[in-house]
């Protein structure tokens, strides 16, 4: 799959997360800043019963390799398209290891001289509503 047709998958799909859309303005010290909203990834160990993405679902699934966000987000960023990154995922093997992902992602984007705004949005399994 290419890297245009996994980022139209799971950006779209991050629609089906209860809180907003892809590419949204969101509220930050008195402004609005525009943010890139993606998945890291699609693949899930849960099976959530209100979840598009839970693990009997049979479905697509995709996942960004953290320096491949990196750079897609950074690519977008330097263009001036957004402000920040959103960033959220589905259980893929464990929670530790799916929010690894996620600051491995953030990591490569801060060495890339990204100074915009991030945020990771974690699981907690003390929430899980399987």
């Given at each position: 799959?290419?890297?245009?047709?996994?980022?139209?998958?799971?950006?779209?799909?991050?629609?089906?997360?209860?809180?907003?859309?892809?590419?949204?303005?969101?509220?930050?010290?008195?402004?609005?800043?525009t943010l890139f909203?993606?998945?890291?990834?699609?693949?899930?160990?849960?099976?959530?019963?209100?979840?598009?993405?839970?693990?009997?679902?049979?479905?697509?699934r995709e996942r960004?390799?953290?320096?491949?966000?990196?750079?897609?987000?950074?690519?977008?960023?330097?263009?001036?398209?957004?402000?920040?990154?959103?960033?959220?995922?589905?259980?893929?093997?464990?929670?530790?290891?799916?929010?690894?992902?996620?600051?491995?992602?953030?990591?490569?984007?801060?060495?890339?001289?990204?100074?915009?705004?991030?945020?990771?949005?974690?699981?907690?399994?003390?929430?899980?509503?399987?």
């Amino acid at each position: 799959m290419s890297k245009a047709d996994r980022l139209r998958f799971l950006t779209a799909k991050v629609g089906h997360d209860r809180y907003t859309v892809p590419i949204y303005e969101a509220a930050a010290g008195n402004r609005c800043v525009t943010l890139f909203r993606t998945l890291m990834s699609s693949f899930c160990e849960n099976n959530c019963r209100f979840c598009s993405f839970r693990r009997d679902r049979g479905q697509r699934r995709e996942r960004w390799e953290p320096h491949e966000l990196a750079r897609v987000a950074m690519q977008v960023w330097r263009e001036g398209q957004i402000s920040g990154l959103f960033l959220s995922s589905c259980v893929e093997r464990d929670p530790d290891t799916t929010v690894g992902r996620e600051i491995e992602a953030v990591d490569a984007l801060r060495g890339m001289g990204f100074t915009g705004y991030d945020f990771l949005k974690a699981y907690n399994p003390l929430t899980d509503a399987t």
